[in-house]
């Protein structure tokens, strides 16, 4: 995701000055795609930007990237001696991450004299390289308009949501319903092959009643064909699954769907399935299909 919105700016004729990744061979080839640096530090690529946009994978990561200044270690914000790095910045934050940590970095953020954003995305990784993603934001009015330029330039559709906390809310209800979506499209296609109905039919079927949904569109054909290829990973939709139930649990609601389709995607991780697509959960539901340990 990272890396191709940062070719759409490019495109966009932002200025790309530095891109940071963990694997540095993936961040030195597209750094020298895009002619910028690679820097080996967090602190440097703050230090080479206005603006940093980060696109990570949990809130481990987050805490992480976003240490703060004098904690002992580099981060986004500072260098592990204590300097500070990131006085004046925008980082526009647009991992899926539960609200609690947007939450802690915005005040982390704000103590070093800068200002960031929650930017959740609902698309894919062809949206990204598009320009088309759908944008979620959360923090302060003013840093949104801040933002604005370039999320525009980022999104098919913009959608302004509320304080830091909020947009990241809205996208684990909208993770957490598209997963359950998902399951179910899995169970009803692996039924359907279970009593011998041509998928294909199935699929148009359903496409034109009651059983229709989004998921069907992204992900029913992949599911009939084996075609897992990853745009969305079942650890991650494990992940999201998981940030909804956690925030249900705080207030007191019980989510029995929710809670059995986490257990779905769980399953897939713990056999060696979680980097399939969340389409490949479709492997546990069909006859015949099972591919874990």
Known sequence: MGSNMARRLKDQGFAMTAVFDQNTEAAQALAAELGCAAPATLPEVAN????ILTVVSDDEAMDDIFGSVGCGCD???????????AEGKLFINCAT??????????????????????????????????????????????????????????????????PTGSAARVKALVNMVMNINTAGLAEGLGLAQALGLDLTMIREVFSQTGAASRVLVTDGEDMQNRDHACYFSAAHAAKDSGIALRLARDEGLELPLAEATKAQYD???????????????????FKGRHLGV
């Open 48 to 51: 080479a930007a206005g603006i």
């Open 75 to 85: 981060s986004l914000l500072g260098t592990a001696s204590g300097v500070t790095v």
């Open 97 to 162: 991450v539960s609200p609690g940590t947007h939450e802690l970095v915005e005040s982390r953020v704000e103590a070093a004299q800068a200002q960031s954003l929650e930017a959740c995305m609902a698309s894919s990784i062809s949206q990204a390289r598009e320009g088309t993603l759908y944008l979620m934001c959360g923090g302060k009015p003013e840093v949104f308009e801040r933002a604005r330029p370039i999320l525009e330039k980022l999104s098919g559709s913009l959608r302004y949501i509320g």
């Open 267 to 285: 399953k897939m991780v713990f056999e060696g399935l979680g980097e399939l697509d969340k389409s490949g959960i479709a492997e546990l539901t």
